[in-house]
């Protein structure tokens, strides 16, 4: 009797095989690479925290998705999120860091939420944010869309909206509307417009205390499906009546102006005013992105400005703006719908098969091509022909190089385009050109197709 | 009074300012491009585990330094190597995996051992190995060396020795002793050899029931300080005598002629008769790497062949070889002795300080300079001239882009080494140049400067 235990893995938690991984990996890497090429820092922070800071502002839906635990002395929980971290962080070394500090991290964190399909226990974010000290000027806000749109670009994913919103516009018509004192309420149920539709909504409202009528202008101007520059001119039509409004459309405008600025193509952007970001964690821009075939998905990448980062841990009033990413579940709708481009799924360019017991010569051969930028596997095992073909065949490695008795003889390598199953004898630095310049292109294409 | 809490991390948990983290990331992605230039895999299993996958093996020390705890119904325990996952996938997977099986991961562990200065209790591995089904060509065994070789190299270290043992000569010379039973004991003793000295060595194999005679022999043979040719030579006429100890020689002169053939130098190359590697895991090669100007460091890289991965989990007989980095272990060295090179721990390679109200030609010139592949910051804030240059100075960003009125009509930038105090005015075109060229130099630089 064997007493073998069940390899298994933590339903919940992502475990690719070898060849999704190489494309979980590639997405990551582009996302680092366009978040490095704006200025931000990377930071990384433990996994395990003191619960006390982490559970400084949670309440009670918080505590239960916890991973939380003692050891010793210490109450320790696993990270929910990298914006905790990231308040503890900067007010930790709020006297050394060199404000405005722009820092982004890619990290997994934990919730052990109830999993279902498509929800994860342990999950990358990707999130950058932009941390000031006392102010943050309105064009970092600019600055947020520009990445967001960089991000998506480097996927090759272009058909996509940014919706732009900016909570005191909407602070501002509901004050206009005597709505002051149920902001907050009003606010989670416009959120839901896209989810429960206008009658609900409407519905909602009355229950709050908004008759009908009131709802119905609201609804109209929220609603509204137009340019930017008209949003803005409706709303700019409204100068004088609030402050709040007036500050908040100014902002709008400013971001819009810079953002085109940036660079980003005025079709990936949008005002849209029923945005809001639930909760009262944002207190100006707010963004969603959307991609256009796929409403269905949701928001990919999410997120806004606030007044005050770190209140919990220090006095130092942090104002901030940034987005997050939830990589694990982009990653995992892209792979199931297959959108991911599988050029990127072989770990090496080219597999050298040695022909002869002793592969000193196949070992120098890998050598040279990877000093020459070609990612180069050996086989180096004593297996039959058809067992060496297949695993080039079976990784969907693109070039095999034979190396027999005649090509070490005659110097040359006998090349194979396992796709198109043509054979070529060349010099080595021949065939390091053939296969560098495909691996260049097939770097080149991008992660996504859509 | 105020309810602030006190932003702390945990002790024993390494988190960096940003401009260190900046070193750290450039020596992990180092190492993952060498990883991925021989053809390995990445995987990326999760942070945690059901216990009673990872405890298969574990022992009374790996129970009391690990975090443990409860979730529901379910046992989980943090992961405290990277090796039992690998087990774990391997045999979970080894139906759809194809042999051999390449991987790396780099990746956190977790020891909640007692904290103190140098040692961590979340901290990186970085890992490779090869797996086998039912065998694995010794060539593979070559194959580790000119991964550590590349590792250390692309991070400018060359003064390095990688000392190489078989465990198969160790255990054929005790056989040949008569201390083949105690062949464990012996191999623990003589593991502590540089540690605590020839005489204490005798002592404790003269407790195991070594006679001095013969521990003197022994340890002359093994202490011997020679070319590898030489060692091997030596060991050479021992032959006949022990099937194991001519197998272990066999393999030991294949990985050191396999070794040099991928392209490791020969002074970086020893064999060193003393080294065991503790425990029981390894069966075959053992690799230490240390620094040579540096011993007391230790070894920085350490591994050896198994004969099998996964038998807990699986009948199916995995051999395989690897070995392991403590890159955060290391990254608190080099750093600590400031052997890292400060020319990487800039965040962006120019930083463009606008110098009107308007800040859209600004945020245009730094699109222009990104798209050129320059990482590019734009000073968004309005504060004093001596704020704005006073944060390129502190971040230690090489060049400053002023862009004033007179530059935005002329259509052209002022641009300052913020290292030499050189200001010139130059084209868009020019300035982007300048800045990739000095970029790509840093670029080329080495991580380490030892």
């Given at each position: 009797m064997s007493n073998l235990i069940t390899p298994r893995t933590l339903s919940g938690f992502m475990e690719l095989p070898p060849q999704e991984q190489l494309l979980f990996d590639e997405v990551k890497r582009r996302l680092e690479e366009v978040y490095r090429s704006f200025g931000f820092y990377s930071i990384d922070t433990p996994v395990l925290e003191y619960s006390e800071i982490l559970l400084a502002k949670a309440g009670g839906e918080t505590e239960k998705q916890i991973y939380r635990f003692q050891k010793g002395d210490t109450d320790m929980t696993m990270r929910f999120d990298l914006t905790v971290p990231l308040a503890k962080y900067v007010a930790k070394n709020a006297g050394t860091l060199t404000f405005p500090f722009k820092r982004y991290q890619i990290g997994k964190v934990y919730r052990g939420e109830r999993a279902q399909k498509g929800r994860f226990r342990e999950f990358y974010q990707a999130d950058i944010d932009i941390i000031g000290d006392g102010s943050l000027g309105i064009a970092n806000d600019a600055e947020i869309p520009a990445v967001i749109c960089a991000a998506l670009s480097s996927l090759g994913i272009t058909d996509f909206t940014i919706r732009l919103n900016n909570r005191k516009v909407l602070n501002g018509l509901f004050a206009l509307m005597g709505m002051q004192e149920q902001a907050t309420d009003v606010m989670r149920t416009i959120d839901k417009l896209e989810k429960i539709g206008r009658e609900k909504v409407t519905e909602e409202l009355g229950e709050i205390g908004m008759d009908a009528e009131k709802a119905g202008?609201?609804?109209?101007?929220?609603?509204?499906?137009?340019?930017?520059?008209?949003?803005?001119?409706?709303?700019?039509?409204?100068?004088?009546?609030?402050?709040?409004?007036?500050?908040?459309?100014?902002?709008?405008?400013?971001?819009?102006?810079?953002?085109?600025?940036?660079?980003?193509?005025?079709?990936?952007?949008?005002?849209?005013?029923?945005?809001?970001?639930?909760?009262?964690?944002?207190?100006?821009?707010?963004?969603?992105?959307?991609?256009?075939?796929?409403?269905?998905?949701?928001?990919?990448?999410?997120?806004?400005?606030?007044?005050?980062?770190?209140?919990?841990?220090?006095?130092?009033?942090?104002?901030?703006?940034?987005?997050?990413?939830?990589?694990?579940?982009?990653?995992?709708?892209?792979?199931?719908?297959?959108?991911?481009?599988?050029?990127?799924?072989?770990?090496?360019?080219?597999?050298?098969?040695?022909?002869?017991d002793d592969v000193s010569r196949a070992v120098e051969v890998g050598a040279a091509l990877r000093r020459a930028g070609i990612r180069t596997q050996i086989y180096l095992e004593n297996r039959k022909f058809k067992h060496k073909i297949g695993y080039a065949d079976k990784l969907g490695i693109p070039y095999a190089v034979f190396l027999g008795e005649d090509e070490i003889a005659a110097g040359t390598l006998t090349v194979k385009d396992m796709r198109t199953g043509e054979q070529r004898t060349l010099s080595l630095e021949e065939a390091a050109a053939l296969i560098l310049s495909d691996a260049q292109a097939r770097g080149a294409q991008q992660c996504v197709k859509l």
């Open positions: 202008r609201l609804l109209d101007l929220l609603s509204l499906k137009a340019q930017p520059e008209e949003v803005l001119s409706r709303l700019g039509a409204m100068q004088g009546q609030s402050a709040v409004l007036d500050e908040g459309v100014s902002e709008l405008g400013d971001v819009l102006r810079y953002a085109v600025a940036f660079g980003v193509p005025r079709e990936n952007l949008r005002i849209d005013l029923t945005i809001a970001r639930g909760l009262d964690y944002y207190t100006g821009t707010v963004y969603e992105t959307t991609l256009n075939r796929h409403p269905e998905i949701g928001s990919i990448c999410s997120g806004g400005r606030y007044d005050n980062l770190a209140g919990y841990y220090t006095d130092r009033k942090l104002p901030g703006v940034g987005m997050s990413i939830g990589l694990t579940r982009l990653f995992y709708i892209l792979n199931e719908r297959k959108y991911l481009n599988t050029a990127w799924s072989a770990p090496a360019d080219a597999l050298i098969l040695p022909m002869t």
